[in-house]
């Protein structure tokens, strides 16, 4: 691997550690397509190129960083029987339960009491054994900690290790090489724990440094925005409640992750709850992929008057869809609650 410069030392992860990341996991992670609409693009007025990390196996990107962790950790212990542990309550979970199955260990995850059922199956199903927790982030977080000391695991944390943020890096890296002759103008990334966004952003900056970077964050969970503005990691209000269809970007920023996006994001964008399921719909009905919320966060934002007159140069603006593990119940109803008509 090529020495880091002082600049990129500053940082948690560089480029260098991403491209490594791309080779531990080049044919196991699937390789995304990258899709358009005619009808969005008409809609935004401009060219739409979305990146489906929806189809990724698990469902989501978080798979690339699970991966690249557990891959990592066996290229310096190849010959030693490891247990991967995390705490999670969806995405991650499921990621690091398949990856430590396919690379033939083992995996314990603690998981919040209220997590739903069809969850738990996915992560049991992954192999996975699974702990559950009272629903706070400090249970959570000590479970995990017990977990580890009794059996000497390793913990693999869902948004702060920097193997993670290596791994989610690569969406980006095939993004742009998917992109061909095609410059993007800007990207729009959904930032909730940051690992996507902090990877990503390395990669951006590191290949095509002009690219304006936007990330994506609901107004009800807008701790990213605020944090960016005040230029201070700031956490949740204490009065928030944490209610967003977007729940899988519940997670606050930390700090491997903060330094990153305070200094080589462009803006942070927020959105309501209706413009997230306006957009969800959106890309069920156009683009024919069923996406998570947390997913019509970049959207939304990209159909937003806000971004159109910020960024009215961006002719190319290529979108994360980060994943598609949706409860199509539950998002149906939110729809109809809110009278979104097509």
Known sequence: MQSRTNAESTYC???????????????????TPVLTSTSINQRAKRNLFFKVEAMQKTGSFKFRGALNAVRSVLSEQPDDEIMFVSHSSGNHAQALALAA?????????AMPNNTPSVKKAAVADFGASIVMVENTNEARE?????IVNENGGVFVHPSEDSRVIAGQGTVCLEFLEQMGDIKLDAVIIPVGGGGLAAGNVMTLRS??????????????????????????LLKHAEDNKLESVA???????GP?????IRDKVDSIFTVSEKEILQ??????????VMIEPSAGVGVAVALSEEFAQT??????VGIILCGGNVDVVKIAAKIDQYAIAD
């Open 101 to 109: 199955k396919l690379s033939r260990q083992k995996a314990t995850i």
């Open 207 to 232: 290949l095509q440094p002009d690219v304006k970077i936007i990330l994506a964050e609901p107004s009800a969970l807008d701790d990213a925005y605020r944090s960016f503005k005040e230029k201070t």
């Open 279 to 288: 957009a969800t719909k959106l890309i069920w009905e156009r683009l024919k």
């Open 247 to 253: 729940d899988g970007l519940k997670t606050t920023l």
């Open 311 to 316: 960024y009215s140069d961006a002719l190319n």
């Open 256 to 260: 491997n992750t903060w330094p990153i």
């Open 13 to 31: 992860v560089a480029i260098e550690d991403i491209k490594d990341a791309a080779k531990r996991i080049e044919g196991i992670a699937h390789r």
């Open 142 to 146: 000590d479970k995990a900690t017990e």
